[in-house]
């Protein structure tokens, strides 16, 4: 019996450790995910990328004299007045499963 009571310690000891490493690596995990998400959201700022966009792409934020409003003509289309409608596509019946025999 003292021996079972001995055993089940060491086992205990053993998942504790254990447990005790992976909730380290987790913690580390999402410290990495935390610092990950600043340099990501730094990376895509728009101070950032405005310099890029105007460098690599030729673009500039368009100047009042660059900038053109245009006015829906009466000939266009109303907007519909439901955002959602229904479409009906066929569906083809599925196959009968291939059968070597």
């Not at 580390?28 to 935390?34: D, F």
């Not at 959602?84 to 596509?89: C, L, P, R």
Request: no cysteine; proline share 10%; charged share 30%.
């Amino acid at each position: 019996m003292a021996t079972g009571v001995i055993a089940r310690r060491v086992l205990g000891v053993a998942a504790e450790s254990s447990i005790r490493r992976l909730r380290q690596r987790r913690d580390g995990l999402e410290a990495e995910r935390i610092r990950l998400e600043g340099v990501i959201r730094e990376a895509s700022s728009r101070a950032r990328l405005q310099p890029i966009a105007e460098q690599r792409l030729n673009m500039h934020i368009p100047t009042p004299d660059e900038q053109v409003f245009l006015k829906r003509s009466s000939a266009a289309p109303a907007p519909a007045k439901s955002a959602t409608s229904t479409i009906k596509i066929p569906v083809k019946p599925a196959e009968p499963p291939y059968d070597p025999r």
